[in-house]
Every structure is written in C-alpha cells, then in structure tokens.
T-cell receptor
C-alpha cells in the first residue's frame, strides 16, 4: 500500500541554521503530499501541501517541492527560529476515494538559541 | 470559528474496561476520520465517515474497536475490553474538501 518514509532520528540545530527533513513516498497513483507540524502540547496542523508533480508548497518560510521522478517531498527552511521546534510529519493522501492520510514516523526538530 | 473538539482530553482506564471517545467535527464538514498516534506505530488511520455512506473501517485493528457517527456530525469511537497496547493518542479530523483539520486528541492510558 501507499507509504511515507522520513529520515530517522531527531534533528537538533542552532537558530538561523538551514533545515532539511527528507521525505520519500511509495504510491500506486498520484497522491497529494503534505507536511503537518505538531507544536508542543498542541494538535496536528497543516503546514503546507502540493497536489501534483512539480508543485511547490510553502508557508511560514518552509518549502517543499513535489518531485515525481524521485518520489520525494523534502521540507526545507532557510533560517530556523526557536519557535520552529516541533515534530514534523510528512503525509500523503490516498487517492482511492477517501483521502485518508498515510504518515511518516515524524521528526522532532529542536532549535537551540 | 470553532475547530474540531475531542473529549475527554485524557482517559485512564483499567485493562478489560470499555471506553468511549468523542469527536465534534467542524460544522458543515462532511468527512470525518479517526487516527491513532502511538510510539511504536506512529500515526495510523482507523476509520472514515463520509456523509451518510457506509464507513470505511479498514484501519480498525481488531473487532474490539468500533465507531459511529450520529446525524452526520458527532462521532464516538468505542474500544471494548481495552488492552495495554491500546494506549495511544486518538486523533479525530474533519474535512470539507481535501484538507483535514485535526482535533487535540484524547490520550488513552490502559493500566
């Protein structure tokens, strides 16, 4: 079935550093791709999305490009802030009628002042 | 406007007891999803409701799990004879088009 793979382990970096979180997917059709963020003590929030190949999603300085040739949707931010500390989940939307989401394992990002 | 709400926020129960978790979706959202977030398994789809159609129950892990959605709005997830492996955060989401909006979750602990 459809699945999402995120890079292993937490990410710790200094304020103003460049952030990349890798995400690759396996799908039989043409899924929509998402990044969700979970801030400490809060629920899941949609960060950005892309619905077709070569689309770029962007929000709050974060970007991700839907790459069909490499089946990837890597998340990037040029200069992180302490407030970006959260858990980030890559997800794809099932295209078989119900749009259910398949999530990656998530990456904890810790930004140190 | 009001988002998705879930209750209770925390539930501690003893092994073998039944529990009910409630989800109030955003008004007007026709689709409703339940997911489970656990340390070992990550985020998993459980069940999907769309309007008055029969639900997609393909993600329910066992027949101890069931859910209903009354009047196309509020949903209740019921876990019978809880087991320790049921301990997790249960998330509800609703959507009108493609984007899903998540509630804060119910943290279930089975002792």
């Amino acid at each position: 079935g459809d699945s999402v793979t995120q890079m292993e382990g937490p990410v710790t970096l200094s304020e103003e550093a460049f952030l990349t979180i890798n995400c690759t997917y396996t799908a039989t059709g043409y899924p929509s791709l998402f990044w969700y963020v979970q801030y400490p003590g809060e629920g899941l929030q949609l960060l950005l999305k892309a619905t077709k190949a070569d689309d770029k999603g962007s929000n709050k300085g974060f970007e991700a490009t839907y790459r069909k040739e490499t089946t990837s949707f890597h998340l990037e931010k040029g200069s992180v802030q302490v407030s970006d500390s959260a858990v980030y989940f890559c997800a794809l939307s099932d295209q078989h009628g119900n749009n259910r989401l398949a999530f990656g394992k998530g990456n904890q990002v810790v930004v140190i002042p | 406007g009001a988002g998705v709400s879930q209750s209770p926020s925390n539930k501690v129960t003893e092994k073998g007891k039944d529990v009910e978790l409630r989800c109030d979706p955003i008004s007007g959202h026709t689709a409703l999803y339940w997911y489970r977030q656990s340390l070992g398994q990550g985020l998993e789809f459980l069940i999907y409701f769309q309007g008055n159609s029969a639900p997609d129950k393909s993600g329910l892990p066992s027949d101890r799990f069931s859910a209903e959605r009354t009047g196309g709005s509020v949903s209740t997830l019921t876990i019978q004879r809880t087991q320790q492996e049921d301990s997790a955060v249960y998330l509800c989401a609703s959507s009108f088009r493609a984007e899903q909006f998540f509630g804060p979750g119910t943290r279930l602990t089975v002792l």
